[in-house]
């Protein structure tokens, strides 16, 4: 479908939850890439499925690179992004193609609902989708998020609107496993040396 859409994403062994992502908005976009830092599960198999390009990278020890490696594959006029445990919620994905319909739109905040393992859920808003523009990428080794002086110039021409489409997300944990806390102190050391003086990684650091 030409929707002028393209799904990007980084993933890496997640089978559990990949084809209920992509199942959820395949209809919708026009493409989706895959940047695989280094399943060892189906992970590349179910993605192709889906008609997925499916690049394989050797983690590169931040996520804004491994993001970054995604956007650069992108061709469309639009990124759609998602991460492996999202899905949309049913019908909302149809709303992709409206959304974008809009010539004074950058971008929308779409509706994140985070689910807790101990039920019930929270909302956030996040900026999943905009206009694609090579001068904006991810910065952050860990947290990482789209770099706020090229997002400003891209929005200072077009505007980044809100909307009520929605999606879920099931990898919320209230606190971190010991798998990921080992793999985050090193991030967050590496973030702090390439950026000092972020209270919220010394914060987080400490902790």
Not at 20 to 28: G, T
Not at 128 to 133: A, F, K, S, Y
Not at 150 to 163: C, G, I, N
């Amino acid at each position: 479908m030409r929707t002028g859409i393209t799904l990007a994403m980084i993933a890496r062994n997640e089978e559990r939850c990949l084809a209920r992502c992509l199942s959820s908005v395949k209809d919708h976009v026009e493409s989706i890439v895959v940047v695989d830092t280094g399943s060892t599960d189906r992970t590349p198999e179910i993605a192709r499925s889906f008609g997925a390009r499916v690049e394989a990278i050797e983690w590169p020890g931040a996520f804004d690179e491994a993001r970054n490696a995604a956007l650069a594959l992108v061709e469309t006029e639009w990124v759609l992004w998602l991460d492996a445990d999202e899905w949309f919620v049913e019908g909302h994905a149809s709303q992709l193609a409206v959304a974008i319909r809009r010539e004074d739109a950058f971008g929308y905040l779409l509706v994140r609902r985070d689910l807790f393992p101990s039920g019930g859920f929270g909302e956030q808003v996040l900026l999943r989708l905009w206009r694609h523009d090579p001068s904006l990428r991810f910065v952050g080794v860990i947290h990482e998020h789209l770099d706020p002086d090229a997002l400003e110039r891209a929005t200072s021409r077009r505007k980044v609107f809100e909307s009520r489409i929605a999606f879920f997300h099931d990898g919320f944990r209230p606190e971190p496993s010991e798998e990921k806390l080992a793999r985050n102190v090193p991030l967050l050391r590496k973030e702090l040396e390439l950026r000092p003086g972020q209270i919220y990684y010394e914060i987080e650091l400490a902790n």
